[in-house]
């Protein structure tokens, strides 16, 4: 079992920009990628990379204002948000697989079996 750690949530205005990071401990994993939720919403995919060719890949909603990247060859990811608006208000969940994955699947929940415990950000207007 993968455990992983999420930091770097909180409150933050209209336009702002928030760094989110996620480090993976206990077993080697293959990709890492972010979630969010918000409130009564079903969860949404925001980004991903696998190690294998470096492929990311970001959701609809975020392109052109967020980026993942990985932290040099360490099992850890970071989310870079920028031009925050209150509809990315929500909970922000890291997940990783140790299964090797192609890039088709990398925005699918079931592709990774490993979840943190999500970390809130908060946009206000």
């Known amino acids: 079992q993968v455990q992983l750690v999420e930091s770097g949530g909180g409150l933050v205005q209209t336009g702002d920009s928030l760094r989110l990071s996620c480090a993976a401990a206990?077993?080697?994993?293959?990709?890492m990628a972010w979630f969010r939720q918000a409130p009564g919403k079903e969860r949404e995919f925001v980004a991903a990379?696998?190690?294998?060719?470096?492929?990311?890949i970001l959701g609809k909603s975020v392109k052109g204002r967020f980026s993942i990247s990985r932290t040099g060859a360490e099992d850890a990811v970071s989310l870079q948000m920028n031009n925050l608006r209150p509809e990315d208000t929500a909970i922000y969940y890291c997940a990783a697989t140790v299964r090797s994955v192609i890039v088709s699947a990398l925005g699918d929940q079931v592709t990774y079996e490993d979840w943190g415990q999500g970390t809130q950000v908060t946009v206000s207007s």
């Open positions: 990379t696998r190690w294998r060719g470096g492929n990311t």
């Open positions: 206990g077993r080697k994993v293959n990709a």
